[in-house]
Every structure is written in C-alpha cells, then in structure tokens.
C-alpha cells in the first residue's frame, strides 16, 4: 500500500465532487458537503481502528479527536 499525501487526497476528493456535479447535468443534489464528509469519514475511521489494532483511545489520537466522539461516529457508521 502506497502512501497518500495530503494534496493526493485534496486532487482524489475534487476530482470525485467535479465529476458529482458534471454528472448532474443541472439536476439539483443532495447535500455535497454532508455526502462528501459521510463518505470519507467511514473509510477513515475504519483505516485508522485498524491501524490502532482496535484500540479506540490510540485511533482518536491518531485522528486527533476526542474518545468519546470516536465511539460516537463508530456506532453512527455501524464500524466493528
């Protein structure tokens, strides 16, 4: 597995919400913002609980967020 940087990511996320809205085609959407965040979130958390060997305070920590908001969003996701 290659790693990402953060312009990597940055260029993946505009390329993906330019080719969203392309593809609209003058319909209207959802929310992007939330879809875009909802569908970046899950795959984030799940990376770094991997990461963190399951260990909820190292994977806040490494997302640099608060325990108690990783439980949140890991129920909120359904993440094992």
Do not use: F, W
């Not at 993946?12 to 969203?20: F, M």
């Not at 305070?57 to 909120?76: H, M, Q, S, V």
């Amino acid at each position: 597995m290659s790693v990402i940087n953060k312009n990597q990511i940055a260029l993946c996320v505009l390329k993906a919400v330019e080719g969203y809205i392309k593809d609209l085609d003058g319909e209207k959407s959802h929310p992007i913002y939330d879809m875009v965040m909802q569908s970046v979130e899950k795959p984030l958390i799940e990376v770094v609980m991997k990461t963190a060997g399951g260990n909820q305070t190292r994977a806040a920590e490494l997302l640099g967020i608060n325990r108690n908001t990783l439980r949140y969003k890991i129920k909120k996701y359904r993440i094992k």
